[in-house]
Protein backbone atom coordinates (compact mmCIF):
# COMPACT_ATOMS: atom_id res chain seq x y z
CA UNK A 1 0.00 0.00 0.00
CA UNK A 2 1.42 3.62 -0.77
CA UNK A 3 2.68 5.52 2.48
CA UNK A 4 -0.23 7.87 1.73
CA UNK A 5 -2.58 5.42 1.65
CA UNK A 6 -1.39 4.20 4.82
CA UNK A 7 -1.63 7.26 6.78
CA UNK A 8 -4.91 7.97 5.78
CA UNK A 9 -6.32 3.88 6.42
CA UNK A 10 -4.87 4.75 9.56
CA UNK A 11 -6.21 7.68 10.62
CA UNK A 12 -9.51 6.78 9.17
CA UNK A 13 -9.59 3.60 11.38
CA UNK A 14 -8.60 5.72 14.28
CA UNK A 15 -11.99 8.40 13.60
CA UNK A 16 -14.21 5.27 12.89
CA UNK A 17 -13.13 3.59 16.80
CA UNK A 18 -13.61 7.35 18.12
CA UNK A 19 -17.25 7.38 16.58
CA UNK A 20 -17.74 4.18 17.87
CA UNK A 21 -17.02 5.20 21.42
CA UNK A 22 -19.76 8.51 21.29
CA UNK A 23 -22.51 8.52 23.53
CA UNK A 24 -25.66 10.57 23.63
CA UNK A 25 -27.05 12.29 27.02
CA UNK A 26 -28.10 16.06 26.46
CA UNK A 27 -25.99 15.83 23.29
CA UNK A 28 -23.08 13.66 22.28
CA UNK A 29 -20.13 12.86 24.40
CA UNK A 30 -17.25 11.20 24.75
CA UNK A 31 -15.74 9.05 27.25
CA UNK A 32 -12.16 10.21 27.92
CA UNK A 33 -10.41 6.75 28.42
CA UNK A 34 -12.24 3.62 26.58
CA UNK A 35 -11.92 1.04 29.88
CA UNK A 36 -14.03 -2.05 30.71
CA UNK A 37 -16.20 -0.29 32.26
CA UNK A 38 -16.84 2.45 30.52
CA UNK A 39 -20.33 2.45 29.79
CA UNK A 40 -21.55 2.67 33.38
CA UNK A 41 -19.54 6.14 33.79
CA UNK A 42 -21.70 9.25 32.52
CA UNK A 43 -20.63 12.58 31.07
CA UNK A 44 -17.67 14.10 32.37
CA UNK A 45 -17.61 17.80 33.40
CA UNK A 46 -15.21 18.50 30.31
CA UNK A 47 -17.37 16.50 28.05
CA UNK A 48 -17.64 19.81 25.43
CA UNK A 49 -14.24 20.39 25.32
CA UNK A 50 -11.97 21.03 22.75
CA UNK A 51 -8.65 19.09 24.96
CA UNK A 52 -11.09 15.95 25.87
CA UNK A 53 -14.34 16.37 24.87
CA UNK A 54 -17.00 16.80 21.67
CA UNK A 55 -15.27 20.57 20.76
CA UNK A 56 -12.16 18.72 20.05
CA UNK A 57 -13.94 16.38 17.00
CA UNK A 58 -14.80 19.80 15.41
CA UNK A 59 -10.91 19.91 13.96
CA UNK A 60 -10.85 16.30 12.80
CA UNK A 61 -13.95 17.16 11.15
CA UNK A 62 -12.89 19.84 9.50
CA UNK A 63 -9.48 17.93 8.73
CA UNK A 64 -11.89 15.19 7.12
CA UNK A 65 -13.61 17.43 4.89
CA UNK A 66 -10.54 18.77 3.11
CA UNK A 67 -10.39 15.26 1.14
CA UNK A 68 -13.66 13.78 1.05
CA UNK A 69 -17.31 14.57 1.95
CA UNK A 70 -18.58 14.34 5.32
CA UNK A 71 -20.74 10.84 5.70
CA UNK A 72 -24.12 11.33 6.78
CA UNK A 73 -23.03 10.22 10.26
CA UNK A 74 -20.34 12.94 10.75
CA UNK A 75 -22.49 15.80 9.34
CA UNK A 76 -25.41 14.60 12.06
CA UNK A 77 -22.60 14.59 14.72
CA UNK A 78 -21.08 18.02 13.07
CA UNK A 79 -24.73 19.51 13.49
CA UNK A 80 -25.09 17.94 16.69
CA UNK A 81 -21.79 19.40 17.97
CA UNK A 82 -23.22 23.22 16.67
CA UNK A 83 -26.08 22.65 18.77
CA UNK A 84 -24.55 21.47 21.99
CA UNK A 85 -22.21 23.99 22.09
CA UNK A 86 -24.85 26.82 21.08
CA UNK A 87 -27.35 25.53 23.91
CA UNK A 88 -24.65 26.14 26.49
CA UNK A 89 -22.91 29.30 25.58
CA UNK A 90 -25.65 31.59 28.05
CA UNK A 91 -24.71 30.08 30.94
CA UNK A 92 -20.91 29.04 29.85
CA UNK A 93 -18.68 30.63 32.73
CA UNK A 94 -15.47 28.68 32.06
CA UNK A 95 -13.84 31.36 29.57
CA UNK A 96 -10.64 29.24 28.44
CA UNK A 97 -9.10 27.74 25.05
CA UNK A 98 -8.96 23.79 25.97
CA UNK A 99 -12.01 23.60 28.75
CA UNK A 100 -14.14 26.96 28.12
CA UNK A 101 -15.60 29.36 25.75
CA UNK A 102 -12.35 29.95 23.64
CA UNK A 103 -12.67 26.17 22.93
CA UNK A 104 -16.44 26.60 22.01
CA UNK A 105 -15.89 29.35 19.62
CA UNK A 106 -13.05 27.53 18.25
CA UNK A 107 -15.48 24.53 17.70
CA UNK A 108 -18.21 26.84 16.24
CA UNK A 109 -15.81 28.50 13.80
CA UNK A 110 -14.56 25.21 12.19
CA UNK A 111 -18.38 23.88 12.15
CA UNK A 112 -20.58 26.44 11.47
CA UNK A 113 -18.78 29.48 10.57
CA UNK A 114 -20.59 32.89 12.49
CA UNK A 115 -22.51 30.79 15.37
CA UNK A 116 -19.09 31.21 17.49
CA UNK A 117 -19.77 35.17 17.58
CA UNK A 118 -21.64 34.00 20.44
CA UNK A 119 -18.92 32.54 22.25
CA UNK A 120 -17.08 35.34 21.95
CA UNK A 121 -20.01 37.68 23.20
CA UNK A 122 -20.07 35.96 26.04
CA UNK A 123 -16.88 36.12 26.92
CA UNK A 124 -16.79 39.70 26.20
CA UNK A 125 -19.23 40.03 28.78
CA UNK A 126 -17.15 37.95 31.30
CA UNK A 127 -14.06 40.10 30.75
CA UNK A 128 -12.74 41.87 33.59
CA UNK A 129 -9.06 44.33 33.90
CA UNK A 130 -7.33 41.23 35.36
CA UNK A 131 -8.83 39.04 32.59
CA UNK A 132 -10.99 36.44 33.09
CA UNK A 133 -11.65 34.24 36.53
CA UNK A 134 -11.23 30.66 36.46
CA UNK A 135 -13.27 27.80 37.27
CA UNK A 136 -10.81 25.02 37.39
CA UNK A 137 -9.04 23.57 40.46
CA UNK A 138 -5.29 24.62 39.02
CA UNK A 139 -4.31 25.43 42.65
CA UNK A 140 -5.92 24.37 45.82
CA UNK A 141 -8.63 27.17 46.40
CA UNK A 142 -7.76 29.74 43.94
CA UNK A 143 -10.44 31.12 41.43
CA UNK A 144 -8.65 34.21 39.93
CA UNK A 145 -7.61 34.58 36.58
CA UNK A 146 -5.22 32.10 35.01
CA UNK A 147 -2.60 33.40 32.53
CA UNK A 148 -1.14 30.81 29.75
CA UNK A 149 -2.51 29.52 26.88
CA UNK A 150 -4.35 26.09 27.95
CA UNK A 151 -6.39 27.67 30.28
CA UNK A 152 -5.92 31.07 30.87
CA UNK A 153 -6.20 34.29 29.25
CA UNK A 154 -3.42 33.45 26.57
CA UNK A 155 -5.67 31.06 25.03
CA UNK A 156 -8.63 33.18 25.15
CA UNK A 157 -6.67 36.01 22.92
CA UNK A 158 -5.48 33.91 20.70
CA UNK A 159 -9.18 32.61 19.79
CA UNK A 160 -10.38 36.05 19.55
CA UNK A 161 -7.44 37.22 17.21
CA UNK A 162 -8.26 34.04 15.06
CA UNK A 163 -12.22 33.97 15.02
CA UNK A 164 -12.46 38.29 14.39
CA UNK A 165 -15.71 39.73 14.67
CA UNK A 166 -17.07 42.63 16.29
CA UNK A 167 -15.92 41.33 20.19
CA UNK A 168 -12.32 40.40 18.70
CA UNK A 169 -10.19 43.27 19.78
CA UNK A 170 -11.95 44.37 22.77
CA UNK A 171 -11.16 40.52 24.26
CA UNK A 172 -7.87 40.62 22.89
CA UNK A 173 -6.66 44.29 23.93
CA UNK A 174 -8.08 43.54 27.69
CA UNK A 175 -6.48 39.89 28.09
CA UNK A 176 -3.42 41.60 26.72
CA UNK A 177 -3.08 44.36 29.15
CA UNK A 178 -3.95 42.29 31.88
CA UNK A 179 -1.03 40.20 31.06
CA UNK A 180 1.05 43.52 30.84
CA UNK A 181 0.16 44.21 34.98
CA UNK A 182 0.71 40.68 35.83
CA UNK A 183 4.24 39.96 34.82
CA UNK A 184 6.98 39.27 36.63
CA UNK A 185 10.40 41.53 35.75
CA UNK A 186 13.27 39.58 35.36
CA UNK A 187 17.09 40.51 34.99
CA UNK A 188 16.78 39.86 31.42
CA UNK A 189 12.88 40.85 30.70
CA UNK A 190 9.54 39.31 31.55
CA UNK A 191 8.39 36.12 32.44
CA UNK A 192 4.91 34.91 33.33
CA UNK A 193 3.32 31.56 35.27
CA UNK A 194 0.21 29.91 35.27
CA UNK A 195 -1.15 32.10 37.37
CA UNK A 196 0.48 35.80 38.66
CA UNK A 197 2.60 35.15 41.08
CA UNK A 198 2.90 31.55 40.83
CA UNK A 199 6.52 29.94 42.74
CA UNK A 200 7.20 27.07 40.21
CA UNK A 201 6.88 27.76 36.23
CA UNK A 202 6.46 26.19 33.31
CA UNK A 203 8.17 28.17 30.77
CA UNK A 204 7.58 26.65 27.31
CA UNK A 205 4.22 26.81 25.25
CA UNK A 206 1.11 25.49 26.90
CA UNK A 207 1.45 26.53 30.55
CA UNK A 208 4.08 29.32 30.52
CA UNK A 209 6.27 32.27 29.27
CA UNK A 210 6.50 30.92 25.15
CA UNK A 211 2.62 31.44 24.99
CA UNK A 212 2.05 34.24 26.52
CA UNK A 213 4.29 35.81 24.46
CA UNK A 214 3.61 34.57 21.77
CA UNK A 215 -0.45 35.44 21.87
CA UNK A 216 0.92 39.51 23.23
CA UNK A 217 3.21 39.62 19.69
CA UNK A 218 -0.23 38.06 17.50
CA UNK A 219 -2.82 40.39 19.26
CA UNK A 220 0.08 42.98 19.04
CA UNK A 221 0.50 42.55 15.24
CA UNK A 222 -3.40 42.38 15.07
CA UNK A 223 -3.76 45.26 16.55
CA UNK A 224 -1.55 48.17 16.31
CA UNK A 225 -0.13 47.17 20.12
CA UNK A 226 3.68 47.85 19.87
CA UNK A 227 3.51 47.77 23.71
CA UNK A 228 2.27 44.04 23.32
CA UNK A 229 5.19 43.51 21.13
CA UNK A 230 7.73 44.84 23.23
CA UNK A 231 6.43 42.46 25.84
CA UNK A 232 6.42 39.73 23.98
CA UNK A 233 10.48 40.18 22.88
CA UNK A 234 11.13 40.93 27.15
CA UNK A 235 9.38 37.33 27.26
CA UNK A 236 11.49 36.24 24.67
CA UNK A 237 14.66 37.81 25.99
CA UNK A 238 13.89 35.67 29.46
CA UNK A 239 13.54 32.50 27.81
CA UNK A 240 17.07 32.76 26.29
CA UNK A 241 18.30 33.55 29.72
CA UNK A 242 17.02 29.86 31.23
CA UNK A 243 17.42 28.36 28.13
CA UNK A 244 20.22 26.76 26.05
CA UNK A 245 21.42 27.34 22.51
CA UNK A 246 24.37 24.73 22.80
CA UNK A 247 24.94 22.08 19.83
CA UNK A 248 22.85 24.29 17.27
CA UNK A 249 19.70 24.12 19.15
CA UNK A 250 17.07 25.79 21.49
CA UNK A 251 15.71 24.25 24.77
CA UNK A 252 14.09 25.53 27.60
CA UNK A 253 13.89 23.58 30.93
CA UNK A 254 10.11 21.49 31.64
CA UNK A 255 9.88 23.39 35.12
CA UNK A 256 11.60 25.96 36.74
CA UNK A 257 12.69 25.23 39.81
CA UNK A 258 13.57 21.44 38.26
CA UNK A 259 10.00 19.14 39.34
CA UNK A 260 10.02 17.21 42.37
CA UNK A 261 7.97 14.97 40.31
CA UNK A 262 9.97 11.71 38.45
CA UNK A 263 9.77 14.06 35.05
CA UNK A 264 12.35 14.56 32.04
CA UNK A 265 14.10 17.95 33.26
CA UNK A 266 14.12 18.51 29.05
CA UNK A 267 11.06 17.26 26.83
CA UNK A 268 10.59 18.14 23.10
CA UNK A 269 7.13 18.50 23.18
CA UNK A 270 3.97 21.19 22.04
CA UNK A 271 3.12 21.53 25.08
CA UNK A 272 6.74 21.74 27.36
CA UNK A 273 9.56 21.70 24.94
CA UNK A 274 10.89 23.28 22.24
CA UNK A 275 8.03 22.07 19.37
CA UNK A 276 5.83 24.04 20.68
CA UNK A 277 7.75 26.74 21.43
CA UNK A 278 8.95 27.59 18.44
CA UNK A 279 5.68 28.96 17.59
CA UNK A 280 6.72 32.02 20.03
CA UNK A 281 9.21 32.84 16.99
CA UNK A 282 7.19 32.47 13.99
CA UNK A 283 4.69 35.15 16.42
CA UNK A 284 7.19 37.33 16.65
CA UNK A 285 7.89 37.41 13.06
CA UNK A 286 4.43 38.18 12.34
CA UNK A 287 4.80 41.25 14.24
CA UNK A 288 7.53 42.19 12.18
CA UNK A 289 10.69 41.26 14.74
CA UNK A 290 13.74 40.56 13.54
CA UNK A 291 15.64 39.27 16.11
CA UNK A 292 15.87 38.97 20.16
CA UNK A 293 19.29 39.36 22.10
CA UNK A 294 21.00 39.24 18.71
CA UNK A 295 19.55 36.04 17.25
CA UNK A 296 17.38 36.54 14.55
CA UNK A 297 13.99 34.88 15.35
CA UNK A 298 13.87 32.77 12.10
CA UNK A 299 17.22 31.33 13.60
CA UNK A 300 15.35 30.44 16.70
CA UNK A 301 12.90 28.62 15.08
CA UNK A 302 15.06 26.34 13.46
CA UNK A 303 17.28 26.02 16.26
CA UNK A 304 13.74 24.79 18.77
CA UNK A 305 12.79 22.50 15.54
CA UNK A 306 16.66 21.20 15.02
CA UNK A 307 16.09 20.35 19.39
CA UNK A 308 13.59 18.15 17.95
CA UNK A 309 14.91 16.44 14.95
CA UNK A 310 18.33 15.63 16.68
CA UNK A 311 16.50 14.62 20.19
CA UNK A 312 16.28 11.11 19.48
CA UNK A 313 12.20 11.02 19.07
CA UNK A 314 10.34 8.94 18.57
CA UNK A 315 12.14 6.18 19.54
CA UNK A 316 11.46 5.78 23.68
CA UNK A 317 15.02 5.83 24.64
CA UNK A 318 14.14 5.27 28.24
CA UNK A 319 11.17 5.37 30.69
CA UNK A 320 9.92 8.62 30.64
CA UNK A 321 11.56 10.11 27.92
CA UNK A 322 9.11 9.80 24.71
CA UNK A 323 5.79 7.81 26.45
CA UNK A 324 2.93 9.60 25.05
CA UNK A 325 1.95 9.67 21.11
CA UNK A 326 -0.72 12.54 21.39
CA UNK A 327 -0.62 16.28 20.45
CA UNK A 328 -0.25 17.72 23.35
CA UNK A 329 3.06 15.66 24.68
CA UNK A 330 3.68 13.54 22.31
CA UNK A 331 3.94 12.41 18.36
CA UNK A 332 1.52 13.73 16.79
CA UNK A 333 2.07 17.22 18.04
CA UNK A 334 5.43 17.24 16.92
CA UNK A 335 4.75 15.78 13.24
CA UNK A 336 1.65 18.99 13.35
CA UNK A 337 4.44 21.61 14.16
CA UNK A 338 6.93 19.72 11.63
CA UNK A 339 4.28 19.87 8.81
CA UNK A 340 3.82 23.30 9.66
CA UNK A 341 7.25 24.88 9.48
CA UNK A 342 7.46 22.75 6.01
CA UNK A 343 4.44 24.50 4.41
CA UNK A 344 5.91 27.68 5.82
CA UNK A 345 9.72 27.31 4.62
CA UNK A 346 10.14 29.01 1.77
CA UNK A 347 14.05 26.91 1.46
CA UNK A 348 13.04 23.65 -0.34
CA UNK A 349 16.07 21.88 1.17
CA UNK A 350 14.77 22.67 4.38
CA UNK A 351 11.59 22.13 4.01
CA UNK A 352 12.40 18.46 2.77
CA UNK A 353 14.04 17.58 6.22
CA UNK A 354 11.09 18.75 8.19
CA UNK A 355 8.73 16.81 5.87
CA UNK A 356 10.80 13.79 6.49
CA UNK A 357 10.59 14.40 10.26
CA UNK A 358 6.93 14.61 9.72
CA UNK A 359 7.07 11.22 8.03
CA UNK A 360 9.13 9.40 10.85
CA UNK A 361 6.23 11.10 13.33
CA UNK A 362 3.83 9.40 11.15
CA UNK A 363 5.51 6.21 10.21
CA UNK A 364 5.61 5.51 14.02
CA UNK A 365 2.24 6.57 14.75
CA UNK A 366 1.04 3.47 11.98
CA UNK A 367 3.55 1.26 14.28
CA UNK A 368 2.12 1.75 17.05
CA UNK A 369 -1.61 1.16 16.20
CA UNK A 370 -3.49 -0.89 18.26
CA UNK A 371 -5.89 -2.59 15.43
CA UNK A 372 -8.79 -4.53 16.03
CA UNK A 373 -12.24 -4.78 13.99
CA UNK A 374 -13.40 -1.44 15.90
CA UNK A 375 -10.32 0.62 14.37
CA UNK A 376 -7.34 2.16 15.75
CA UNK A 377 -5.82 3.67 18.76
CA UNK A 378 -3.30 4.23 20.84
CA UNK A 379 -2.05 3.11 24.44
CA UNK A 380 0.66 5.65 25.77
CA UNK A 381 2.83 4.73 29.06
CA UNK A 382 3.16 5.64 32.10
CA UNK A 383 6.75 4.68 33.57
CA UNK A 384 5.98 6.02 37.13
CA UNK A 385 2.81 3.29 37.34
CA UNK A 386 2.93 -0.29 37.69
CA UNK A 387 1.81 -1.93 35.03
CA UNK A 388 2.84 1.42 32.95
CA UNK A 389 0.62 0.73 29.90
CA UNK A 390 -2.39 2.96 29.78
CA UNK A 391 -6.07 2.87 28.50
CA UNK A 392 -6.69 4.17 25.25
CA UNK A 393 -7.45 7.71 24.63
CA UNK A 394 -10.28 9.19 22.74
CA UNK A 395 -9.64 13.07 22.53
CA UNK A 396 -7.89 15.94 20.69
CA UNK A 397 -5.19 16.45 22.52
CA UNK A 398 -4.49 12.89 24.44
CA UNK A 399 -6.57 10.58 22.37
CA UNK A 400 -7.40 9.21 18.52
CA UNK A 401 -9.29 11.79 17.39
CA UNK A 402 -6.22 13.94 17.52
CA UNK A 403 -3.94 11.58 15.82
CA UNK A 404 -6.61 10.55 13.48
CA UNK A 405 -6.25 14.33 11.95
CA UNK A 406 -2.45 14.05 11.99
CA UNK A 407 -2.22 11.23 10.09
CA UNK A 408 -4.91 12.48 7.64
CA UNK A 409 -3.32 15.75 7.11
CA UNK A 410 -0.07 14.29 6.64
CA UNK A 411 -1.77 12.04 4.34
CA UNK A 412 -2.71 15.28 2.16
CA UNK A 413 0.34 16.97 2.11
CA UNK A 414 2.17 13.75 1.22
CA UNK A 415 -0.18 13.91 -1.85
CA UNK A 416 -0.61 17.55 -2.42
CA UNK A 417 2.42 18.64 -2.04
CA UNK A 418 3.53 21.77 0.54
CA UNK A 419 1.10 24.07 -1.20
CA UNK A 420 -2.02 21.61 0.32
CA UNK A 421 -4.32 23.75 2.34
CA UNK A 422 -3.78 23.50 6.28
CA UNK A 423 -6.81 23.84 8.82
CA UNK A 424 -5.71 26.46 11.44
CA UNK A 425 -6.12 27.00 14.82
CA UNK A 426 -6.08 29.62 17.40
CA UNK A 427 -2.95 27.88 18.57
CA UNK A 428 -0.63 27.71 15.32
CA UNK A 429 -2.09 29.85 12.30
CA UNK A 430 0.56 32.46 12.00
CA UNK A 431 3.30 29.67 11.72
CA UNK A 432 1.81 28.55 8.12
CA UNK A 433 1.33 31.23 5.59
CA UNK A 434 -2.31 32.85 4.98
CA UNK A 435 -2.35 31.76 1.54
CA UNK A 436 -2.84 27.83 2.45
CA UNK A 437 -4.71 28.72 5.49
CA UNK A 438 -8.72 27.67 5.09
CA UNK A 439 -10.45 28.49 8.87
Known sequence: MPVTDVYRETGEAAWAWVLGQLREDDGPWLPDKVTEDRWREGPAEDRDSVYAGIGGLAPVLAEIARYRPLSQEEQALADAIVARLSRQVASRVEPSLCDGLAGDATALRLLAPGAEQAALARLAELATPEGWDTTLEIEPGYRGPLLDLIVGTAGVMLAAVWAGGEHAEAIAV???????????????????????????????????TAGVAAALAVTGAAFGRPDFVAAAVQGAQHLLTVGSLADGGFVVPHTIPPSTRDVEPLTYTWCHGPAGTSHLFSALARAGVGEVSGVGVAELRRRCLHSVLTSGLPERLRPGFWDNDGRCCGTAGVGDILLDAAQDSADQAYAETLLRGAHTMGDALVERAVRDGSGARWQFLEHRQDPPLLPPGTGWMQGAAGIAAYLLRLARVRGEGLTAPVVDRPDQWWAVPDRLRTA
Open 174 to 208: TGGESLLRSADRTEAGLDWGIFPKAPSRSPNYAHG
